[in-house]
């Protein structure tokens, strides 16, 4: 054993030596400085959207391929939207992915609506047979997520809430560059939300709807935006039209300097794909022998993985140790990013889906456990990494492969 293949963690050498942090998102260039800079002095605060918040709608509409798109505080503000836009309210029932990120299901549960959670396939992602096997009378739409960047069966999925009359909402968060068999998620559904928190494409905080629906659109800005902003853009002729003053209660703006941020995010776009895509398929290659952990990447065939995280299937088959074994030993070797995710997991126990009454007083409730055999399996299973995709990752990301090839190796069986 030469002393390079001793593990860190039994008092080998780390194979990567970085400083910390090793993941920062965006990448804080000068131009981006310049951007924001720019941005102070133009305005803090615009009350509609003849300026940044106007331009950057516009160019992530153009970056989705979508015709409209408004933006939000946050991607759970927006997703809240779409639930009211919906028509969504208490007696009825949404499908949800029990594997998500909490906030693709939680904004329903806040107005009482009955979320029924559906099992993941081997890429994390609702198909149309584990969404039809929670169908009821009550269902009324279906929201999913393009899990890590893997978007779902899409034609499918398409076709079974066809079938069933229900309304299609993507949560695309994960999957800003994504495609499913060469059209972009968040144009299949009826309408779809992207969270630009610290995602592919970031504002900060913030979030975009999207939709093809002038009157989705209308209703998006009575949801989170109200007086000069609708009263300037919704029809007057529209029923909800005398509601444009005050919206519809709640204000759910994105802030000028997010904004900023965001169109200078969508004017590298074309950069920030073309490297994410590079090392995506570096690691892909680097690992496609690897027999302790496979990358968990949809084939090209179905589509174009969406480029927020890599995503890796631990195979404990073939190791000598557990998953949570091996996230420690690549994290001793200096790979602190190496993560088996805890906040995005099995939420379908969560009191908060149990509260169907939102008044309610704090009585905490569990709701039933369902069986989720293909959650437990993908959750049980998955290690994350990050794509970078900035000028100077390349010690970063070889450093990340070397890692998982020095752990992989020792740890095979
Ligand atoms: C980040 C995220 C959200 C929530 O977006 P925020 O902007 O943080 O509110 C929702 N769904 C998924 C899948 C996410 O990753």
Redesign the pocket.
């Known amino acids: 054993m030469t002393t390079t293949s001793v593990l860190a963690a039994h008092g080998g050498t780390k194979a990567l030596d970085i400083p910390r942090p090793h993941y920062q998102w965006p990448a804080v260039t000068a131009e981006l400085e310049q951007a924001v800079r720019a941005q102070l002095h133009r305005s803090l605060s615009d009350r509609d959207a003849s300026g940044v918040i106007g331009e950057f709608e516009a160019a992530f509409a153009r970056f989705v391929g979508a015709p409209h798109a408004v933006s939000f505080a946050?991607?759970?503000?927006a997703?809240h939207a779409m639930s009211r836009i919906a028509g969504l309210r208490p007696g009825d029932a949404v499908i949800a992915p029990a594997y998500?990120?909490f906030?693709?299901a939680t904004p329903f549960a806040h107005d009482g609506i009955e979320v029924r959670f559906a099992d993941a396939d081997r890429y994390g992602n609702v198909t149309a047979a584990t969404l039809a096997e929670k169908l009821t009378p009550a269902v009324r739409a279906v929201i999913l997520?393009h899990?890590w960047g893997n978007p779902c069966p899409m034609d499918e999925i398409v076709q079974f809430c066809g079938t069933h009359n229900l309304l299609l909402l993507e949560?695309c968060?994960?999957a800003h560059f994504a495609s499913w068999r060469g059209r972009r998620v968040g144009t299949f559904g009826d309408m779809a939300?992207f969270?630009?928190?610290q995602?592919a494409i970031t504002t900060g905080?913030?979030?975009v709807l999207v939709t093809a629906d002038d009157r989705y659109r209308e209703l998006a800005l009575l949801f989170g935006h109200y007086n000069k902003r609708c009263q300037k853009e919704i029809h007057p002729g529209a029923e909800y039209y005398p509601y444009a003053f005050t919206g519809m209660g709640l204000k759910h703006r994105i802030t000028t300097l997010g904004a900023a941020i965001g169109v200078h995010q969508l004017d590298h776009a074309p950069d920030i794909e073309t490297r994410r895509r590079t090392i995506l398929t570096r690691y892909a290659s680097g690992l496609a022998d690897n027999p302790v952990i496979t990358p968990a990447i949809v084939p090209e065939t179905d589509g174009q993985h969406g480029l927020y995280v890599l995503g890796l299937r631990f195979n404990p088959a073939n190791a000598s140790v557990s998953r949570d074994e091996f996230v420690a030993l690549c994290q001793a070797e200096g790979a602190t990013e190496v993560d088996a995710p805890g906040s995005?997991r099995d939420i379908s126990t969560e009191p908060l889906f149990a509260r169907r009454d939102p008044f309610a007083p704090w009585v905490p409730r569990t709701p039933p456990a369902t069986e989720l055999p293909g959650v437990a399996a993908f959750a049980d299973t998955f290690i994350k990494i990050p794509l970078w995709g900035y000028a100077g990752d390349a010690p970063l990301v070889d450093g990340y492969l070397d890692v998982l090839t020095k752990v992989s190796t020792a740890v095979a069986r």
């Open positions: 946050s991607g759970t503000s997703i998500t990120f906030a693709t997520t899990m949560d968060s994960h939300v969270s630009t928190n995602k905080e913030g979030g995005t």
